[in-house]
């Protein structure tokens, strides 16, 4: 199923965990469909018409691959709601920083950049709906611990 010009479902649902546990990730809730086609239409898409060709390291988990890979029960990603990406030709912190200025979204967090590699960490975004988005942006670093605003 296509979500937009450059996204598809299976795109957003792809897991390498998911293939190695035998873990079925697609959605079977249309309502999370419905999230993850708002997600790349309000976030994704405009990425990629900015950037080029985006990466998503992690979109929809499932609750059985949610667990699996140890994610918060409340994570954005279970809910259609979430992904973490990367632009291959872009640094991260320089991603983050564009879709904070750009774009709409319900949380914006900079995870694992360490500030020498550019391509160290990924961007994790989030999009819920215009009116509820709280535009939270964060950093985090490998030990977990949270840290000043992007």
Excluded at 47 to 64: A, D, H, L, M, Q
Excluded at 94 to 120: C, H, M, T, V
Aim: charged share 25%; hydrophobic share 30%; net charge positive.
């Amino acid at each position: 199923m296509q979500l937009t010009d450059n996204f598809t479902l299976a795109e957003l649902c792809k897991s390498q965990t998911a293939l190695r546990k035998g873990i079925d990730n697609l959605p079977k809730d249309p309502d999370i469909v419905s999230k993850m086609q708002t997600l790349a239409e309000e976030v994704l898409q405009p990425v990629r018409e900015k950037f080029g060709p985006t990466v998503i390291n992690s979109g929809y988990r499932c609750k059985k691959l949610n667990t699996a890979i140890g994610g918060s029960k409340k994570s954005q990603h279970c809910f259609g709601e979430a992904a973490d990406i990367e632009v291959p030709t872009l640094s991260n912190r320089d991603l983050a920083e564009w879709i904070k200025n750009n774009l709409d979204f319900d949380q914006l967090i900079l995870e694992f950049y360490n500030g020498k590699d550019p391509r160290s960490g990924w961007v994790h975004v989030s999009y819920k709906n215009k009116d509820d988005n709280r535009k939270q942006c964060l950093t985090i670093n490998k030990q977990g611990t949270f840290s000043g605003l992007i």
